[in-house]
């Protein structure tokens, strides 16, 4: 599987080419591929698929591989997406990780479809913000045993012999079989039975035996299972500890059912034991690993933003200097200068104000990734009037028109709202006509998304505008459509501008159309509290809203 995922076009899906991946992804992915224990992994809105060999025997001979890879997860399960996707969603919303057991999820596969049972379990993988991205899937067929344990079932129901019992059970792989009398306390078990338990051949047995190998403190979950599958004559299902002789900590599973009398009385329990020791010790494992990455990646996060801040700065000195000198020499020096130098001297200044522009995008860029912003109630209506303020000179040059409805107020961090309307309100100025007045409108209005009230922000111009299949790359860093000659600037206003969006939890898109000028999309939530971090709504979500 790392191979079909490696060399898969991913460029043609909704993820992108693996270069443009996030970091979270690709940890996840190198966890995934390189366990031997079954995964899957969706990822992002679609619920793009990805999974590892371990779990290719569970798609069947006819079944989905390898077509599933890379599949939208609707897609792929049509046949239980109404029973699958709740629990996903669940996940995604930042609901706690859901485990089932032997749950019967009927799939097609070997050309047809098949009653299937698993163990499984989905749990949220988290993107480089913190927001949920995806959903991991550990699992394992348990098809097998659940039908032996039906046939052993079977064979007490039809009052067949110990023996024949003894042989289903034992079909199972390193399955334990039991019968536990409840009036007496005797238990009948297989020599399996008393290896979980760390219990060696004795002649009479009890449950007494197999409750001092079980940890005191998972002696009451037991016996409540034990009490509540009598009560309500329904399947006892529990996991619990054993301590071995020799100091060694088991986990096991036990699973079985009530057996009555005739006149209603209970009579025993009987079932099996399964060690799953290797499972939790996995389980655990691969929390740790993930949790260890998580934390790495945010470390190195940390660092870059860090060292971008500290580099940023440190270069604004002998940039502000270089800048001085030659204004000096500007000033002093140019009626000895020659026609070439005086245009040497221009270009030089011209580059260095340049470095200075890209320098402080920088610094402001390690600022909207900084945590630590206070957040305040912002009103949009004077923030947008300092906006304009700071652009009078420009707007008045430009004999540019800006109209705005009424704008709500918002919870945010002041300073960097301000950056993110400055920079929308000078790039329309910026990449207007030459010989027509830029036209600004600031339209607002106020819905409930995913059900957090947000702000839905449009800014349009009638500039030169963009080609739409620039919509999305437009927001990368260092970003140029047109000659830094003819339009300065750093190449990182509209990068700066989703970060600034994304740290409010809103979500941010362009719609240009060369010639005719561009609308960017801005969505914000009102309020910040109880905010998962989470993209509010995509582009392809808003256009079917």
Not at 104 to 121: A, H, K
Not at 408 to 421: H, R, S
Not at 488 to 514: M, N, P, W, Y
Request: with cysteine.
């Amino acid at each position: 599987m790392g191979h079909l995922t490696r060399t898969y076009d991913w460029a043609a899906s909704p993820l992108g080419p693996i270069e443009q991946w996030p970091g979270s992804l690709l940890t996840t992915l190198s966890i995934l591929l390189n366990s031997k224990f079954p995964m899957f992994l969706w990822w992002g809105n679609d619920l793009i698929q990805f999974y590892n060999d371990a779990y290719c025997p569970s798609l069947g001979v006819k079944g989905r591989h390898p077509s599933a890879l890379g599949q939208k997860g609707k897609d792929c399960w049509p046949e239980i997406w109404l029973t699958i996707y709740p629990l996903i969603k669940q996940v995604l919303d930042g609901g706690d990780s859901v485990w089932f057991e032997d749950s019967l999820i009927p799939i097609y596969r070997n050309g047809q479809l098949e009653d299937v049972y698993w163990t499984f379990s989905y749990s949220p993988v988290k993107g480089n913000d913190g927001s949920i991205e995806g959903v991991l899937v550990v699992c394992t067929e348990t098809t097998q045993s659940i039908l032996n344990f039906k046939k052993l079932r079977e064979a007490e129901a039809s009052a067949s012999n110990t023996a024949q019992r003894l042989e289903l059970a034992l079909a199972a792989a390193h399955l334990g079989s039991f019968e536990y009398v409840l009036a007496t306390g005797e238990v009948t078990c297989n020599v399996q039975c008393l290896a979980h338990f760390g219990i060696s051949t004795i002649e009479h047995i009890t449950s007494s035996h197999f409750l001092a190998a079980i940890l005191p403190e998972d002696r009451f979950q037991i016996e409540k299972a034990w009490n509540q599958a009598i009560i309500e004559n329904a399947t006892y299902n529990a996991e619990y500890r054993v301590l071995w002789p020799d100091g060694k900590i088991r986990w096991l599973r036990g699973v079985g059912n009530p057996v009555f009398h005739d006149n209603g009385e209970p009579w025993k329990i009987v079932g099996v034991t399964i060690d799953i020791t290797e499972q939790k010790l996995f389980t655990q494992e691969l929390a740790k690993e993930v949790y260890e990455r998580t934390l790495e990646l945010q470390r190195s996060n940390d660092d870059l933003q860090q060292f971008a801040h500290i580099t940023s700065h440190d270069l604004k000195e002998p940039v502000r200097k270089i800048l001085i000198w030659t204004e000096r020499l500007d000033e002093e020096c140019r009626e000895q200068l020659t026609e070439k130098g005086k245009f040497y001297l221009g270009r030089l200044r011209n580059n260095t104000e340049r470095i200075k522009i890209m320098i402080d995008s920088i610094l402001t860029l390690s600022l909207a990734s900084s945590t630590n912003q206070q957040v305040n109630k912002v009103d949009l209506n004077e923030l947008l009037r300092q906006v304009e303020i700071d652009l009078e000179m420009l707007i008045e040059e430009k004999a540019a028109v800006i109209h705005s409805d009424e704008l709500p107020t918002v919870e945010g961090a002041k300073v960097l709202l301000f950056q993110l309307f400055y920079n929308l309100v000078i790039n329309s100025l910026k990449f207007s006509k030459e010989n027509e007045a830029p036209i600004i409108h600031i339209t607002s209005q106020v819905e409930h998304i995913k059900g957090i009230e947000s702000a839905i922000i449009k800014v349009s111009d009638n500039g030169i505008g963009f080609d739409s299949e620039y919509n999305a790359s437009i927001f990368l860093p260092f970003t140029r459509l047109n000659s830094k000659d003819n339009y300065e600037g750093s190449g990182l206003g509209l990068a700066l501008c989703r970060k600034i969006v994304q740290r409010h939890g809103g979500t941010i898109f362009s719609d240009g159309q060369e010639g005719k000028g561009a609308i960017f999309t801005v969505i914000l939530p009102l309020s910040q509290a109880n905010r998962t971090g989470q993209d509010l709504l995509s582009h392809n979500d808003f256009a079917k809203s």
